[in-house]
């Protein structure tokens, strides 16, 4: 399942995940998917934030490159980012690439005493403030927040991602539970939902869960992964 991470480690690697690799190696079966899904993450992590300036930046710019070229991102007029944290890949050379291309490009904000996610406008000189959780969000009134169904694309976060389209978080499920009308609802549209990540953050086979919604796309330095 982890053959790459196993033959290549990432620098200090810590116990926990040798462990975990080395039980996925040899016998799977002795953890349920909830303590796979824990110790990949943090696999994952370690390996992501071992990454130099100067690579994570080479890969924000090579993502940019495969991204901003897609047909898809250049018809779309409404795409959701984030800002990077924790080694995530960088998004804001697309971020850029959007706002030369006149595209409203938005954030996500969490509504008090809410676990959903909405959508802020964000723009070059945009005022910000800190949510319950340290996180820089747009400080613009709820009335200019948009709901996930009025966006066109979604570039998203993740710790780890398979060629099926399953996306590893880092736990929250706040975007689970945002994007649920994905899985049941027969909508003739829907927003295109895109993970941007490192190309080592991808795996064999993603362990995943019932409620968990799969991505169209994952991008990343070398490649789209178009899901199957």
């Given at each position: ?70 047909r898809l991102f250049k018809h779309s007029k409404r795409i959701a980012a984030y800002l990077a944290a924790d080694g995530e ?66 570039l998203m976060p993740l710790v780890g991602f398979d060629r099926a389209g399953n996306r590893l978080g880092m736990g929250g ?53 178009i899901c199957k």
């Amino acid at each position: 399942m982890l053959r790459h991470l196993w033959l290549h480690p990432p620098k200090h690697q810590p116990r926990n995940a040798r462990l975990f690799l080395y039980l996925v190696m040899t016998n799977p079966a002795r953890l349920n998917p909830q303590r796979q899904r824990q110790l990949l993450r943090s696999t994952l992590r370690q390996q992501r934030k071992a990454l130099d300036f100067d690579t994570q930046d080479t890969h924000a710019q090579q993502l940019d490159r495969q991204l901003s070229n897609s047909r898809l991102f250049k018809h779309s007029k409404r795409i959701a980012a984030y800002l990077a944290a924790d080694g995530e890949i960088d998004a804001l050379y697309i971020i850029q690439s959007a706002w030369r291309a006149n595209k409203k490009v938005y954030l996500p904000v969490l509504a008090p005493f809410s676990s959903r996610l909405y959508f802020a406008p964000y723009s070059v000189n945009c005022k910000m403030k800190f949510n319950r959780f340290q996180i820089a969000e747009p400080d613009v009134h709820p009335k200019c927040w948009l709901k996930p169904q009025q966006l066109n694309l979604i570039l998203m976060p993740l710790v780890g991602f398979d060629r099926a389209g399953n996306r590893l978080g880092m736990g929250g499920g706040f975007y689970d539970r945002s994007l649920s009308f994905i899985r049941f609802r027969n909508m003739a549209y829907k927003p295109y939902l895109i993970g941007l990540a490192h190309e080592l953050q991808q795996v064999e086979n993603l362990p995943h869960q019932s409620h968990d919604v799969p991505l169209h796309m994952i991008a990343t330095e070398q490649r789209l992964h178009i899901c199957k």
